[in-house]
């Protein structure tokens, strides 16, 4: 059965600072990976997703993430912080092939100061 | 192309009336889920329907909900009883299949007084 791990319900970090935003997964197949924002008052929305081919995927707004299979990771970084960024963050899996639905992290609340 | 949308926006009700929400997936998409977010909290996963297989409703909290789907289109989530624990924003999504990215609709904002 898949699971996602998110370490750190909450992270803070200065303006400027790199964000790291940590997932772990566990699935018996290859999976699909994304990561979805939900900024404050707004809807969820997609970010970046990995699906096959190079492992380094990038997103919007700066952002990018790795899959390590080794790791079984998909951790999310962005190298500058904005103010503009401070949301919630949600990674999820999906199993390859058909009937198998996305299962989501618990979140991480990204602050950023000033 | 028309999105995900979802009805009514807000909902307030009186502890021990039903309520029913609606979903209206993107045309096409295969997979539909309903999760529960309350304030502040992360996504809870309610129930997931996938064409025409048996919906996982494993993620329902209790036999006050029920949820159903009418094909490849529209859900409606029912909730018996209400009790104010039932207060969230309950988020409808679908996708083209199961695994694919998932499209959120704006959420319904219930709140059982």
């Known amino acids: 059965a898949q699971s996602v791990t998110q370490l750190g319900s909450h992270v803070s970090v200065s303006e400027g600072a790199l964000v790291l935003l940590r997932c772990n997964y566990s699935s018996s197949v290859p999976p699909y990976l994304f990561w979805y924002v939900q900024y404050p008052n707004q809807g969820l929305q997609l970010l970046l997703k990995?699906?096959?081919?190079?492992?380094l995927v990038k997103g919007i707004n700066g952002f990018e993430a790795e899959f390590k299979k080794s790791e079984t990771s998909f951790h999310l970084t962005k190298p500058s912080a904005h103010m503009s960024d401070a949301a919630e963050y949600f990674c999820a899996v999906s199993e390859r092939g058909g009937g198998f639905k996305t299962i989501f992290g618990a979140g991480t609340r990204l602050f950023v100061k000033a | 192309g028309a999105g995900v949308s979802q009805s009514p926006s807000n909902k307030v009700t009186e502890k021990g009336k039903d309520v029913e929400l609606r979903c209206d997936p993107i045309s096409g998409h295969t997979a539909l889920y309903w999760y529960r977010q309350r304030l502040g909290q992360g996504l809870e996963f309610l129930i997931y329907?996938?064409?025409?297989?048996?919906?996982?409703k494993s993620g329902l909290p209790s036999d006050r909900f029920s949820a159903e789907r009418t094909g490849e289109s529209v859900s409606t989530l029912t909730i018996q009883r209400t009790q104010q624990e039932d207060s969230a924003v309950y988020l409808c999504?679908?996708?083209?299949?199961?695994?694919?990215?998932?499209?959120f609709g704006p959420g319904t904002r219930l709140t059982v007084l």
């Open positions: 990995y699906t096959t081919g190079a492992t």
């Open positions: 329907f996938q064409g025409n297989s048996a919906p996982d």
């Open positions: 999504a679908s996708s083209l299949l199961s695994y694919n990215e998932q499209f």
